[in-house]
């Protein structure tokens, strides 16, 4: 258990510095606003919190106080939460009302900082066992801790309410990203709480807990501090992360295109504007046009085989072809519509190979039923398409 534990807390620990080194590194454009340093304060504490966390595990004493490291660790969890509600209203409200509640908070903070620390001396904690610190049945020990979770679980529970009315007040899309995630990390925490009440209560009460009750709780404690050191950085970050899962999908369907796009090209070459030995840095660097031109292309490729699709005949029905039709079938009317498709595709480009023209061809040279105007949603219909002309391909 204390393996756990201790694994919980470094990963806590590391996910804590991890978000304020990287704030740090916005401070020369930043420091001025009260927002950010707010912000440096509540993860300052945030890495002082799981840092005596981790000390606690292994050693008894600091500075030679026995359990200070666990004093240490309630007291920043304590700054930590408030200045995790104070940042919530820096995002959400201004003026006169945000100082008065920032106030409140910080007054509050104060408050329960001094009623631990008198709770933890009356209780003699520093020559306790840290196992007491788990539960106990001695009063003031008890009341201790009691009033440490409720001092962690009150925070956990206006940030949980505050988090969806105030990302609704935000105008900004990051903002709105990072309260929804900090309002699942409140969730996450608050479910701590509870386990760790459950857990206090069940020893105070002399029943043993089982060890993967004490292991649940930090693995609940870790995964909310995680969620939290992202939805305090995200406001920052998200928009780039945005734009690179944008590109992955963006590259995704560009490959998923090329072998379609590639036997289209070798029966018609010209519908190629640049050559295919183009430089991969180019394709990188100017994805969106490169999508847009293979999708182009595509059109182009399907258009000059008209002369070769047979009007009346619906390709698929027999052969690899329709083996792999009947493998989709029960895959929905689209899928079927991509395998048809693909299907005539890869007959008429036999036709053209072979120079053999249906007496009944096609004259008009588009996707049935398409819209073309909506680019997006071109591509996923014609990445459908190439997916099921590649099927047909290893069926063959």
Known sequence: MNTTRTLCFIIAALASY??????????????????????????????LTFTMGAVAMESHCLLGIGNLAILLMHLAAVAFCISAQIILLHWAAEGEEAVRQTRFWVITGILLTVLLTV??????????????????????????????????????????????????????????QALHVLSVAAGILLLYSLVRTINV????????????????????????????????????????????????????SYRALYPLWRDLYEASPDIALEPPGASVSASVSDLDYRLHRRVVEIRDGWRD????????????????????????????????????????????????????????NKDAGAFDDRDTSNFTAEVAWLTKVAAAYSKLGKAS
């Not at 009063?139 to 962690?152: H, N």
């Open 18 to 47: 991890a978000a304020l080194f990287y704030r740090l590194c916005q401070g020369r454009r930043s420091w001025r606003d009260s927002a950010y340093r707010t912000l440096i304060t509540t993860l300052f504490f945030q890495c």
């Open 119 to 176: 709770l933890f001396f009356l209780a003699d904690g520093p020559d306790r066992a840290a196992l007491d610190f788990d539960g106990s049945g001695d009063p003031l020990l008890l009341v201790y801790l009691l009033a440490f979770i409720a001092s962690q679980a009150v925070p956990c529970i206006t940030i949980f309410r505050q988090c969806g009315p105030y990302a609704r007040m935000s105008d900004n899309a990051s903002v709105r």
């Open 201 to 252: 209560l069940t020893i105070a009460a002399g029943f043993e807990t089982g060890p993967w009750k004490e292991a649940a709780a930090s693995v609940l404690n870790a995964l909310g501090i995680v969620a939290v050191s992202v939805s305090l950085t995200m406001s920052s970050w998200g928009t780039s992360a945005a734009r690179l899962l944008e590109w992955a999908r963006t590259y995704r």
């Open 305 to 360: 085989l008209r002369p070769y699709i047979e009007r009346t005949g619906h390709a698929g029905t027999g052969g690899p072809a329709g083996e792999a039709g009947a493998e989709a079938g029960a895959a929905g009317t689209e899928v079927r519509q991509a395998f048809a498709e693909a299907a005539q595709i890869r007959q008429a480009l036999q036709a053209k190979r072979t120079g053999i023209i249906p007496p009944d």
